[in-house]
């Protein structure tokens, strides 16, 4: 799963470096390397850390934690970090995921 949200991450940091807006005044270039540095981060992370955890009790993992990484509602706060440390990025995504993206309560 960690290396699932790494690639994620990576790949975002991929679109925001491709961008090329006049007078962004490095805001893609700051949002790449904070996703670049969050990706590194994910990917030290052990299965059963709680950030992981929490990102897959949110369903942000595909349904029944199929290990593929999709944070529904919660991609558009992934495309526009800039700041922050790694951690709050990962602690941000759950309660941002969209229903779909979570477990049916029984």
Not at 10 to 17: E, G, Q, S, V, Y
Not at 27 to 39: E, G, K, P, Q, V
């Amino acid at each position: 799963m960690t290396d699932s949200l790494a690639g994620y991450l990576r790949a975002r940091a991929r679109w925001r470096l491709d961008r090329v807006q006049r007078r962004d005044d490095g805001w893609n270039a700051r949002c790449a390397l904070a996703l670049l540095d969050a990706a590194a981060y994910a990917e030290t992370l052990p299965g059963d850390d709680p950030l992981i955890v929490a990102l897959g009790e949110a369903g942000c993992f595909g349904p029944e934690g199929s290990g593929e990484f999709a944070p529904g509602e919660a991609a558009r706060l992934i495309d526009f970090w800039q700041a922050g440390e790694p951690w709050e990025l990962l602690a941000a995504i759950p309660p941002e995921a969209s229903p779909a993206c979570r477990p049916a309560v029984t």
